[in-house]
């Protein structure tokens, strides 16, 4: 069994080559009994599981095929997908996860998330997560037509990009206080969300950073339980 970790894809229309990127992954690992699990943003921006669209089509089919052929797949939300949900999972018989998981792979016991909660000194950008995840508000948008969910994303992301202009490189990443506490109760983290890949030492423990998606290559994290010695490395996919 392979276990497969990838992160901050940002999959959209407007970047086929990630797409195929993603597609190639898929064909590449579906005979290799994988167990793959995407740690957030899959998608660049996700406005409700009603949405469809052709290039969106062809990666449910991939995604039925790689199910079919007898991997899994495990999602757990990003803060630009977090209103995908268990219907679109089920297009393909994937799982959807909580923001935080605990994973038993061999020896080792792995905390998996998307990352953002662990960038605590980002005050502005928790305070909003809070607010846009509150259950209530998300239900209210889900109801609203797909043209207002998109301008809405849209801005949003806007937004984003320019308060993210004036803040230091510090305060989007993690916490170090933050990374220590919840390795206390771990063997390994794993995550993504700063678009920072590497391999962290933390009083002897490793925490593993996911890559985002390039244009041509993106660094992931394949994990084989049955490997006589574990060794963690993130591994440079390109295509």
């Known amino acids: 069994m392979t276990y497969l970790f990838i992160a901050d894809l940002h999959l959209s229309p407007n970047h086929p080559r990630l797409v195929r990127g993603f597609l190639d992954l898929l064909d590449a690992y579906k005979n290799k009994n994988t167990q793959l699990y995407i740690l957030g943003d899959w998608f660049n921006a996700w406005i409700g599981d009603d949405y469809s669209a052709p290039w969106l089509e062809e990666i449910i089919t991939a995604l039925k095929q790689f199910s079919d052929a007898g991997n899994h797949v495990y999602f757990l939300a990003g803060n630009r997908d ?14 959807l ?48 037509p797909l043209s207002f969910r998109q301008k809405l994303a849209d801005g949003f992301r806007k937004k984003s990009q320019q308060a993210n202009q004036f803040k230091s490189y510090d305060i989007m990443d993690v916490n170090p206080h933050a990374v220590e506490q919840v ?24 925490r593993i950073v996911l890559g985002d998606w390039r244009e041509d290559h993106a660094q992931i994290l394949e994990i084989n339980p049955d490997a006589p010695r574990q060794h963690f490395e993130l591994k440079k996919w390109r295509y």
Do not use: W
Request: with cysteine; aromatic share 8%.
């Open 183 to 206: 390795l206390q109760q771990a063997d390994v983290l794993i995550h993504g969300h700063t678009h920072r890949p590497k391999i962290h030492d933390i009083l002897g423990k490793p």
């Open 97 to 144: 996860l909580k923001e935080i998981e605990i994973l038993q792979i061999a020896e080792y016991r792995i905390r998996i998330e998307h990352g953002d909660l662990l960038c605590i000194d980002d005050v502005s950008y928790q305070k909003f997560r809070k607010i846009i995840r509150n259950p209530l508000l998300l239900g209210f948008l889900k109801r609203m």
């Open 82 to 95: 977090f209103a995908l949900g268990e219907k679109f999972l089920n297009k393909f018989n994937g799982t």
